[in-house]
Nanobody
Framework: QAPLVESGGGTVQAGGSLKLSCRAS????????MNWYREAPGKNRELVSSIISLGHIIYDESVKGRFISSLDIPTSTLYLQMNSLKTDDTALYYC???????????WGQGTRVTVSS
């Protein structure tokens, strides 16, 4: 069983919305920082959001006010609600469990988001 499994990617028109999901395990959720990253064609992977704590989530400036990351603890699922999508948001999106604990440093397989003009 893959440690992190993403879903929810697809193709949407600019201005539309998509919601990504990342199913993890309770061990990972409880001991690691849950992040979303993306890798656009020809660009380096960049951090989209990071849940520092349940009340403190940071976002890249390019998505602030449009994307919302959330964590559903009972189901150990990380979400990324993406609104007002732009063509620049087109990328492969990854969830990751980051931290020094041995349970961390895990990545999903990626889910592709394509925003058309």
């Amino acid at each position: 069983q893959a440690p992190l499994v993403e879903s929810g990617g697809g193709t949407v028109q600019a201005g539309g919305s998509l919601k990504l999901s990342c199913r993890a395990s309770p061990n990972v959720i409880n001991f690691c920082r849950m992040n979303w990253y993306r890798e656009a064609p020809g660009k380096n992977r960049e951090l989209v959001s990071s849940i520092i704590s349940l009340g403190h989530i940071i976002y890249d400036e390019s998505v602030k006010g449009r994307f919302i990351s959330s964590l559903d603890i009972p189901t150990s699922t990380l979400y990324l609600q993406m609104n007002s999508l732009k063509t620049d948001d087109t990328a492969l999106y990854y969830c990751a469990a980051i931290g020094d604990d041995y349970r961390c440093d895990k990545w999903g397989q990626g889910t592709r988001v394509t925003v058309s003009s």
